[in-house]
């Protein structure tokens, strides 16, 4: 990442009030100049200002051989807006803390900021500011807020047995794109478009803010939404969502949408392992009463579908309506665990 | 900082789900178990949201020598919230992201933890959630929330010709304590006390919220206030308000406000060069019409001080009533510079 090809600047020759400078290019000028960012606020009743962070460490959550510096600066911002998605809440702006070696090139820098806002501009979102500090290792903190009408924030803890449990799209595509860049053989007999779409879903995953205006509108006035988002990987957010809930689930494999044609090139059984656990899917799993649930499948189209009943039962269970697999029992400890 | 003397895990023995756990208990349990933290809010017409950034990073901004964790905890939340009053702003909440080496001791994580809700808890702030990921070296990064009056948004580039620049208390007392950190053969001669104290002042800096009360009520309704925090040295605060507010400024200073006896232990001229350029000192540095600037002063007693004025030129100029020194210029190339 620090040998781009381009004649850049180190960061150390910039100097940090250089940087600075360059940087505040990408954000709003009224937010710049001071200690903070003062954002003007709409006042209205019942809001609550919804926050999140994450914090991405060269080396361990990218590296060169699978990410541009423009796509590091996407799925940075992708997955806090993502974070924002899961609670309901519409994106407000973000912050961006960078830790950064002398030798860092600033064209790398900017090419995350690039990619940040790219992805920011797409919800009318910006950056409100942030930091800049020396570091061994490049580090990118980023803290994302916005608003959601209090009685439509999305909870975990919000499931009842007998929700339906809907995913907002196909899952398995981050997990799959990765592959095909660590692996590009593996690719060799698929389609161009096939690899493309894989591909582009793991370096530009689309946070599902895009949902939430028609998730209202087919709730009407009713009721809590339980949910998070699947970048942990499908199996993580049911489990999550039973747990925090106290109830169990029942998930058909048969029914979990995979992106196309997946199942045939790497066989059903890693393309099903991949949907579950991959992660980086970046969709929304939600538990709805069931008729809200197909009313809003049917309008998303496109890769939604119920996937599977909340449970009084407290265990995650993976049946398969074709009969061809055995039932199974899902516990987090699959899951991602760092250190 | 990782060979704590008791008996503690370190944080890849405990897991990062077990290092959550942990860390929850520090959280208010209603903004702990989503993808974000969602804040219930009062709604009131003309205020905005203030957000503010920092990362820190072992062995570029604290050290064993002279940081415990709790100091680490402290400090770091301390400067957060300073840069919300530096804006005027009332913190509503903190989020907190950490990267981790897996042998960091679980009981200095905790230890930063502790020294920060210590800090937090003065101010009726809490933490509202973060991140913790592996990384090689130990990093803090926190985000700080807070609210303000929308006209009483103190903003740098506020300063107008003719106000009186406020301290609201002593500078060169962080920097003094540093130094007897460093060096502790330096207060060989010094009594206990004043030893404790600027040590203290540099351990346990005290964001200067509770100005902002006193400040409304001197303001009335009248105008917009200008401002920054002097963390980064009083120098640099002057010269930063002076050049966002297109003015220039002459500090007398003989005036400037110091630690009890730092001149007689260390030399005026060091002492001074302390107050200026040490940094470290949190203090608010402020630029108000003068009626209100005699009042402000006088109310916070215990150290502040009227230091200088707001002029037409656009360079910052030192002097000395006392006629002891000759007038210099101060430029913003004195201050702290990293990478």
Chains 1, 2 share one sequence.
Not at 96 to 110: I, K, R
Not at 265 to 283: H, K, N, Q, S
């Amino acid at each position: 990442m620090k040998k781009a090809p381009e004649n850049s600047p180190s960061v150390r020759e910039l100097g940090e009030q250089g940087l600075l400078k360059r940087l505040q290019r990408f954000c709003p000028p009224e937010w710049v100049g001071d200690d903070a960012a003062a954002i003007a606020m709409t006042p209205s009743a019942n809001r609550s200002l919804v926050v999140t962070t994450d914090m991405l460490v060269d080396g361990v959550h990218f590296s060169d051989r699978t990410t541009s510096a423009e796509d590091v600066g996407w799925r940075a911002a992708a997955a806090n807006l993502s974070d924002l998605a899961a609670m309901g809440a519409t994106p407000l702006a973000i912050t961006v803390s960078l830790g950064l070696p002398g030798d860092t090139l600033v064209s790398w820098v900017e090419g995350v900021y690039t990619g940040m806002v790219s992805c920011l501009d797409r919800y009318q979102t910006a950056i409100a500011g942030g930091d800049v500090c020396k570091s061994p290792v490049n580090v990118i903190s980023i803290t994302a807020f916005g608003w959601v009408p209090t009685n439509r924030t999305i909870r975990r803890q919000n499931g009842k047995p007998g929700d339906a449990i809907v995913v907002t799209g196909v899952h398995g595509a981050g997990r799959a794109g990765l592959e095909l860049l660590l692996h590009p053989e593996t690719g060799n007999d698929w389609s161009e478009a096939e690899t493309r779409e894989l591909i582009s879903a793991h370096q530009r995953p689309n946070p599902r803010l895009d949902v939430l205006p028609m998730l209202w509108e087919v709730m009407g006035e009713g009721g809590e939404i339980a949910g998070m988002d699947s970048s942990d990987g499908l199996a993580d957010a049911i489990v999550q969502i039973a747990r925090e809930s106290g109830v169990g689930a029942i998930v058909d494999r048969a029914v979990i949408p995979l992106p196309p044609s997946l199942s045939q090139r790497v066989g059903e059984e890693r393309a099903i392992e991949w949907a579950l656990y991959g992660g980086e899917d970046f969709e929304l799993v939600l538990g709805l009463p069931w008729t809200v649930a197909r009313e809003f499948v049917k309008r998303l189209g496109n890769g939604a579908a119920i996937v599977g009943t909340l449970t009084k039962s407290t265990r995650v269970c993976l049946t398969d309506s074709t009969g061809a697999y055995a039932d199974e029992v899902i516990t987090q400890s699959l899951g991602f665990q760092h250190f």
